[in-house]
């Protein structure tokens, strides 16, 4: 190094401020060194930058808040919906006279012109029979029906040793299948009993044998009911 030599009129006065010059740059130097050494490790200084957490969209397409809660899309969600304009649709089952699960027993059961003939089916041992499947058509005299007949039949039929003459009785009022007035024809149609009866239609006029049709159709879950005004007997009776 060459020998500096400072004027002896400065003399204290400059030592000082080079002393002081070399002072700061000695302290810049430490801080830039500082700054060096963070930059390396990933920070800057002593200032910490906050990581910011990028809002996820859940593949719901609701929006997804950074702890993981669910905000759905426009803060409401889709109202539910039903098929044709929210109508339900209408039920294709046509209704009936009777009531679901009432069968031609319990229609008869429940009709006050109808208690000598649910009498004699219970009789004849036919509550059952009417009760299964079928389906039947039952022409069903009424009590002014059961009236008609000659004095002291009736009650000779319900009696217990004429359990089969009065079954006989009651199966030709039935025929198999549910028969509705409009497939009624005029003609022979076989009975449950075995024999014929003869339908005879002229008009509005409905005759099972001599007895006329009062009304028609009363539908029950097992067959179909039509009210005649006379009991008809079986060609052997």
Do not use: C, W
């Amino acid at each position: 190094m060459s020998k500096y030599t400072f004027p002896k009129s400065s003399g204290s006065k400059q030592r000082l401020a080079i002393a002081a010059t070399l002072g700061i740059a000695i302290v810049s130097a430490g801080i830039f060194s500082s700054m060096s050494s963070h930059a390396q490790n990933g920070t800057s200084g002593t200032t910490t930058t906050p990581t910011v957490t990028p809002t996820q969209k859940p593949s719901d397409g609701s929006m997804g808040k950074p702890d993981g809660t669910k905000i759905p899309t426009g803060g409401m969600s889709k109202p539910s919906t039903m098929p044709d304009g929210g109508m339900s649709q209408p039920s294709t089952t046509p209704t009936t006279t009777a009531p679901a699960g009432k069968t031609i027993v319990d229609v008869a059961a429940g009709n006050k012109s109808f208690t000598v003939l649910v009498k004699a089916l219970k009789a004849a041992n036919l509550v059952e029979t009417l009760s299964g499947e079928g389906p039947y058509t039952v022409f069903a005299p009424t009590n002014e029906a059961f009236a008609k007949l000659p004095k002291g039949t009736l009650a000779k039929l319900l009696k217990p040793a004429n359990q089969e003459q009065l079954k006989q009785i009651l199966t030709y009022h039935v025929v198999s299948g549910a028969v509705t007035s409009k497939m009624l024809k005029s003609g022979k149609v076989d009975t449950v009993e075995g024999s014929q009866i003869t339908v005879k239609i002229k008009g509005k006029k409905v005759m099972i044998n001599n007895a006329n049709v009062t009304k028609a159709d009363l539908k029950t879950s097992n067959g179909v009911i039509h009210i005649i005004d006379r009991v008809i007997m079986p060609p052997t009776n």
